[in-house]
């Protein structure tokens, strides 16, 4: 009769001092969310800093480029009035001015809402009174067609005879640079307004952006060049291919740091 022989146990032996399988799952997948947490906190940061890396411009610089952005829109527009600098009254009336604004930042995570010391941001806005609804329409239409086509966003269109009026808004650099306009049937009233991408303003500069500049903009009207004249003979005030000088006409600058 065959003799029983007990089962062996070909289980390696358990090190007492070794930590369960769990806690060493637990342990490397914390470590695991620990790295994606640094990364993601470190790639944050550095999107944070590039939002507020802003080259250093001259106001008078940034200014022009406001200034010719609503001129180009002007020549599209087609419209035939001359505009004298003013600062005009929100709603009725001319407009044709200058006007600066602090630049944000919203820190790492989206969150903040804070101002960037020594930076400013740059803005040309218009208006004409008495403007006929075939003038704006059709050159709402004309314009709207044309920014597209330099690529340009289009962020709102809007065609309508009533409340709130008609309407063409478009940004570029996600929205670092924008431009909008605005026509309102109950009182013929048209508007403009382009605003540049934020600069931290040269350190040589003295004053407040914000309260201490005045710069005062050229006379905004229909350019040779918007009317199919030739190169060079741009209306008088301005220089080659209807580009204005500016009379700038300025207090000292911000001593920004």
């Known amino acids: 009769m065959p ?6 146990n070909t289980a390696p032996a358990r090190d007492p001092y070794a930590a369960p399988s769990c806690v060493r799952g637990a342990l490397g997948c914390a470590g695991v969310g620990l790295l994606a947490l640094i990364i993601t906190i470190a ?4 999107r944070s800093s ?4 802003f080259p250093h411009v001259a106001p008078e610089a940034m200014a022009d480029r406001a200034f010719q952005r609503s001129q180009e829109a002007y020549d599209v527009l087609g419209f035939e009035r001359t505009v004298e600098p003013v600062d005009g009254e929100a709603g009725s009336g001319t407009d044709n ?11 790492p995570l989206g969150l903040e809402d804070s101002t960037v010391d020594g930076a400013y941001q740059m803005s ?6 008495e403007v006929r609804a075939s003038q704006a329409a059709s050159g709402l239409r004309r314009l709207h067609r044309h920014l597209k086509d330099e690529g340009w966003e289009v962020t709102t269109y809007r065609e309508d005879d009533k409340d709130p009026g008609w309407q063409l808004s478009v940004q570029r650099d996600d929205g670092d640079e924008r431009m909008s306009f605005a026509w309102y049937p109950d009182r013929g009233h048209f508007t403009g307004d382009a605003t540049v991408p934020c600069a931290y303003a040269p350190e040589e500069e003295s ?10 903009p050229e006379p905004l009207g229909p350019s040779r060049q918007g009317q ?17 000088h500016h009379g700038w006409r300025a207090a000292p600058f911000g001593a920004f740091k």
């Open 50 to 53: 590039q939002a507020t890396d």
């Open 3 to 8: 003799e029983n022989t007990p089962p062996v």
């Open 43 to 46: 790639v944050l940061s550095w």
């Open 207 to 216: 004053g407040d952006i914000l309260s201490g500049y005045n710069l005062e």
């Open 124 to 129: 040309h806005g218009w208006a004409l009174d």
């Open 97 to 107: 001015s200058f006007s600066a604004d602090h630049c944000y930042d919203n820190g």
């Open 228 to 244: 199919g004249g030739s190169e060079g003979q741009g209306r008088p005030g301005h220089a080659e291919g209807g580009r204005p």
